[in-house]
């Protein structure tokens, strides 16, 4: 490897190979590396020099520990020359701040979650992102989780799948910044692996994807749906909300798909009050009748048969 003026390693032709960034219009700004409550000011300034080590940009962390995590001397020293990176990492209060505008997502966890999003490979996931952003179709994030305990289970449900990097499983723990960079490596040779003319993606390709707060939008109409109809109960729900997400996970609906969802959903609600109402008002107009009836049979003759 070459040394650098810092003493560190250099990947090999980094200089040479410069313009390989050209093929990475789509890619640089458009994938987020997403820390979630990292707990290491150190950790988010290693995660900077791995991202500007593979031309990417976008770093974004949610409720880190360190609020001043930009200035900790740790941060700096190990962002060596990614200074500029770290200084422009966008800080966020939420997850569902991130990801509500992204189409695709990877919750970066090492095991499979019975209720989760479907599990894939990093190095498949890369492919899968790069096809999605030569497309066009929206943003990508990659999540990461904290140090010692990883990306909780609300998080991962949040995302469109899981996604393992390959370790040996007898020791598979990986560094946060290790993770981070791993993952922007594969995704830089996923992305100078297509080109353009190459792409797997299809301009014929299927409706746009839907964005994650149009997602988050469909689960909360469903889940009142199902309140109102008697099928949910809110006091203990149990698993019933995780399977459905999950279920939705598996058939990737479109945008489309999702809007229409949305209204199927709303109405359950709408036409539960609705029916709730009109029985209200038959049930009046009963009594008001019966009332009426009893008067007129009072006062009538009776018929001799």
Known sequence: MNGTPDGHASAPGSRDDADDNAALPEAV????????????AGNIGASARAL????FDRLVV?????????????ARALAVGAAPLLDDAAVAASLDDVLGDCTLSFAMTGY???????????????????????AGRGDVAFVFGTER???GNRDVERCHYSCAIRADPRFASLNLAQAVQVAAYECR?????????????SRFDEEPPPKVGDIEAMHEHLERGLVALGVLDPQAPRRTMARLRRLFARAQPSAADVALLRGIFAAMVERKLERAGSRGGRRAKARGLAQGTGANVQGAPRRSR
């Open 29 to 40: 700004g458009a994938i987020r590396y997403v820390l979630v409550e990292p707990s290491h």
């Open 52 to 55: 500007a080590t593979m031309g």
């Open 189 to 201: 040779m996923a992305q100078l692996a297509v080109s353009p003319e190459t792409s797997l993606a």
């Open 149 to 151: 305990t990883g990306l």
């Open 112 to 134: 499979d979650r019975e209720y989760g999003p479907p599990l894939r490979d990093l190095r498949s996931a890369a492919r899968l992102a790069i096809d999605h952003l030569a």
């Open 62 to 74: 949610v409720a880190p520990r360190d609020a001043d995590f930009k200035s900790d001397r740790e």
